[in-house]
T-cell receptor, first 117, second 110 residues
Framework: GAVVSQHPSWVICKSGTSVKIECRSL??????MFWYRQFPKQSLMLMAT?????????EQGVEKDKFLINHASLTLSTLTVTSAHPEDSSFYIC?????????????FGEGSRLTVL | KQEVTQIPAALSVPEGENLVLNCSFT??????LQWFRQDPGKGLTSLLL?????REQTSGRLNASLDKSSGRSTLYIAASQPGDSATYLC?????????FGTGTSLTVIP
């Protein structure tokens, strides 16, 4: 199966700092990647759709200046949480769709747990 | 907007029992439906993907069915094992994004 890797898997930072999370498709190219956020005991909430070489599309209510997404290559998308605050503490998960395959199947990373002190 | 509901929210069964998890969605215009498993603090593991033209998919002890017209899908787990304990999520896709259900937390008691 296709593998998606996220890094770091766990990060603690001070309030006001910025944190970058990477999402890599290891054995396939991904034109489109998705970023989700999950609060404890809740389902995943789509934050944004990231397309290689273009600006990300953000869901309603998600601050694009707060959550910067860059998809510079077909195997890497990054999510930067800028000026993080305790309310940004959450579990962030990325997923990727294999380029050129129209099954719509998504492959998910292991997730990154962010704790902002 | 598509809404996905999963019932029950939590389920506890003794080992060896067969069980059914339910997923319903409000908009039948989907491209596919995917069932996932999520262990605590972990990402998602894809279990089964059903294309909109398919009625069911099977993998080992798992069988997922899809009835687009009624907006329902079921995940059948045969001969449950303690290792099956996890949260199971269904997600429907109109191709450009996924809409997730709230999940069913399954506990299989040895």
């Amino acid at each position: 199966g296709a593998v998606v890797s996220q890094h770091p898997s766990w990060v603690i930072c001070k309030s006001g700092t910025s944190v970058k999370i990477e999402c890599r498709s290891l054995d396939f190219q991904a034109t489109t990647m998705f970023w989700y956020r999950q609060f404890p005991k809740q389902s995943l909430m789509l934050m944004a759709t990231s397309n290689e070489g273009s600006k990300a599309t953000y869901e309603q209510g998600v601050e694009k200046d707060k959550f910067l997404i860059n998809h510079a290559s077909l195997t890497l998308s990054t999510l930067t949480v800028t000026s993080a605050h305790p309310e940004d503490s959450s579990f962030y998960i990325c997923s990727a769709a294999r380029s050129g395959v129209n099954t719509g199947e998504l492959f998910f990373g292991e997730g990154s747990r962010l704790t902002v002190l | 907007k598509q809404e996905v509901t999963q019932i029950p929210a939590a389920l506890s069964v003794p080992e060896g029992e067969n069980l059914v998890l339910n997923c319903s969605f409000t908009d039948s215009a989907i491209y596919n439906l995917q069932w996932f498993r999520q262990d605590p603090g972990k990402g998602l593991t894809s279990l089964l993907l059903i294309q909109s033209s398919q009625r069911e998919q099977t993998s080992g002890r798992l069988n997922a069915s899809l009835d687009k017209s009624s907006g329902r899908s079921t995940l059948y787990i045969a001969a449950s094992q303690p290792g099956d304990s996890a949260t199971y999520l269904c997600a429907v896709s109109p191709l450009d994004q996924f809409y997730f259900g709230t999940g069913t937390s399954l506990t299989v008691i040895p």
